[in-house]
């Protein structure tokens, strides 16, 4: 008995030993940052963890009020030390156990950015429909309880309302009138609702206004393209001009030479020449305009001085 005893005091660690020490560390991270903080580090730490989150907070700024909108910067600005936090998590776990790559996880990202993009559509189409027919129900409501006490609409809400001309113009341009929010809705909420709604335009009729911008500019470019020659198709013709400047009217036969040379159309080749012919026209009836004036000033002066 005396000569076992050693050889078990020497016996190492056994497996078991290691793998409880591991879930005691797991145990105290678990306390400090939460039974799932392991996979909240793997999402933090993924590639398209940035567009998860870009997802994520449009789905929440769309109708949330103006005077709201700080709480999510205010949030996002502080990510960067929650972030900090559960990467050093995420590294020490790893140095701990063999890293791999979670097929699962990465499935679970895209699949939860997808649904976070169409969740976002979908509010925005309740906003635009759903919205409408709740003001329509509250209308309802509304007459209905002006049919059992008989008071009137407006003198129920004087008392919450002090809209002024400005506010009344921009409910026209922006069609809150004609929904009927003004009737039953205070100030303070009419006021967040118009704000939301004009920044809205804003910027729906400034995205708009760029794409017309752009088409625009787009096409005057595509029609000076389209519209004007190579240098070296421009000097053929302007030789052949030249050359045959007492009668610049090409045959059949020359325009088809002229095609040939020049790679261009029928129709181009008969548009360039009518072009130029009106463009030499101008210039000889300017010139033949100044040499008139110059022999009248001329003759005028000669006048004069038989007359001294």
């Known amino acids: 008995m005396d000569k076992k005893a050693p050889l078990l005091a020497k016996q190492p660690f056994f497996p078991a030993d290691a793998c409880l020490q591991k879930l005691e560390r797991e145990e105290a991270y678990d306390e400090l940052f939460g039974a799932d903080a392991g996979m909240k580090a793997g999402i933090i730490a993924h590639p398209l963890f940035e567009q998860l989150l870009t997802a994520h907070v449009a789905c929440l700024r769309v109708g949330t009020p103006l005077e709201e909108q700080h709480i999510i910067d205010s949030a996002l600005a502080k990510r960067h030390h929650v972030a900090a936090k559960y990467l050093a998590l995420l590294t020490h776990l790893q140095s701990l156990s063999q890293p791999n790559d979670d097929q699962e996880l990465n499935d679970f990202m895209v699949n939860y950015i997808l649904l976070l993009e169409s969740f976002k559509e979908k509010i925005l189409d309740h906003l635009h ?5 709740a003001i329509i129900a509250c209308q309802e409501i509304e ?14 809400h004087k008392k919450f309302t002090t809209m002024t001309q400005e506010d009344e113009k921009l409910d026209n341009e922006l069609g809150i009138s004609r929904l009927g929010i003004s009737s039953f ?16 335009l804003k910027q729906e009729l400034k995205k708009d206004y760029h794409t017309k911008l752009k088409e625009v500019h787009d096409e005057i470019v595509r029609k000076r393209r389209a519209g004007k020659l190579p240098e070296d198709t421009t000097h053929i013709l302007k030789n052949w001009w030249i050359s045959h400047g007492k009668w610049p009217y090409p045959t059949e036969e020359e325009k088809a030479k002229l095609m040939a040379e020049t790679r261009l159309d029928l129709k181009q080749i008969n548009n360039w020449f009518s ?33 001294s």
């Open 275 to 307: 072009n130029q012919r009106k463009k030499d026209w101008h210039i000889k009836r300017k010139s033949s305009k100044g040499d008139a004036s110059s022999c009248i000033s001329t003759t005028s002066s000669l006048n004069c001085e038989e007359e």
């Open 143 to 156: 007459q209905e309880l002006f049919n059992l006490t008989g008071v009137s609409k407006v003198s129920s």
């Open 185 to 200: 809705l205070p100030y303070n909420i009419q006021k967040t609702l118009r704000d939301h709604l004009r920044k809205e």
């Open 129 to 133: 429909t759903e919205a409408s027919k």
